[in-house]
């Protein structure tokens, strides 16, 4: 209680001091969190580790059998948020992405007078093949679901669609998926998922590319000719099976995340992608940090404009008090606009402001990335970091995972005290008690 008092009055002193000199590091605001033990001086206040602003991103902290949202990590303290986008919304879009493409493939056809080339063996039977991320991660799930509502396959259980893979299902046998039907004109065909697994390697690394590559090999040498559609949850899997087999086809593949080389690849042939607003969301991983740091409301930079102008739209983002989650919105990428889209590295223009560093003074973050290897977070994710770290005057450490073992990534949060502030992805989202029992030392 003293204690408490004691570093109550240590971080006033501190706001007091920031109120008349701005060129003073701040501390944070005081949180109501009951401080651990291990305490560190924070430029001008006193701040536990515990209490230092923490941002988890990409992998919701969740349980993941049952999607049921961690909230002792989501609200470890005052200061804690999640930044993702979301998933039902893209999922029901990359859906709808799909059965647009095959309808209006096929409508083309009609209306020339030409057989319908989508469904190449001309069995009357739309087959696709789904590639699936990782089966403990909600956005995986997501997309799972989306796909099989869209296409009519998905078989509901306990209240929503089975998102289990089905190995293999060309005859149409499969328990976890059922086929669906599509009309067009006056021609209703079948609709067929026939193959689908979740790509994980041998080491046990999730929305694995080469693994992808590999599993459309192996179905094409066994059932090519069924394969009209590929469905991918991401763009890193589909585009290793795009290069690996159904652009040489002419089979169209459907990724998500908008990373730049599948967007590229839609001139190619390659159905479409749904960008998940990466550019959003890696400014908000920042931002959420930046004004727990400043101690300024949270909403700054974000709902409100800041003094440099920066501020995001509803159309882009909203936020869920009760999960303490952003939630970036989804647009879909297809041959009509991709070329908007080409380079996802580029910061979000309502927010690419640079700060002051008289008002908000440089901080050291240490952030990492669950997989070094891992196609959106390496490839568009950290770059937008990069980008925003620099506007908003952070200095940013990248820890890159092997996307396998948590504790490679624990063990270089070593020493927690350096740094004002943490942006977490995990590999596995129940593993959130993995950082909070560090921080809390
Ligand atoms: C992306 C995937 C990525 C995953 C990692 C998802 O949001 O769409 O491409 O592999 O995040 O957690
Ligand atoms: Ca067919």
Redesign the pocket.
Known sequence: MKKALALLLAAMMAFSLFACNSDTETSQAPTSEDPGSTTSDNGGGTVTNAEKPLVWFNRQPSNSSTGELDMEALTFNDNTYYVGFDANQGAELQGEMVVDYITSSIQADLDAGEEVSL?????????YVLAIGDIGHNDSIARTRGARAALGTGIQVDGAINSEPIGINTDGSSTIVQDGTLTVGDTTYTVRELASQAMVNSSGATWDAPTAGNAITTWAASFGD?I?VIVSNNDGMGMAMFNAWSQEQGVPTFGYDANSDAVAAIAQGFGGTISQHADVQAYLTLRVIRNALDGVDIDTGIGTADEAGNVLSEDVYYYDEASRSYYALNVAVTAENYEDFLDSTVTYAPVSNQLSEETSPVKNVWLNIYNASDNFLSGTYQPLLQAYDDLLNLNVDYIGGDGQTEANITNSLGNPDQYDAFAINMVRTDNAASYTSILSQ
């Not at 469904?119 to 087959?127: E, F, M, Q, Y």
């Open positions: 469904d190449r063996n001309g069995d009357g039977i739309i087959g069924q009209d």
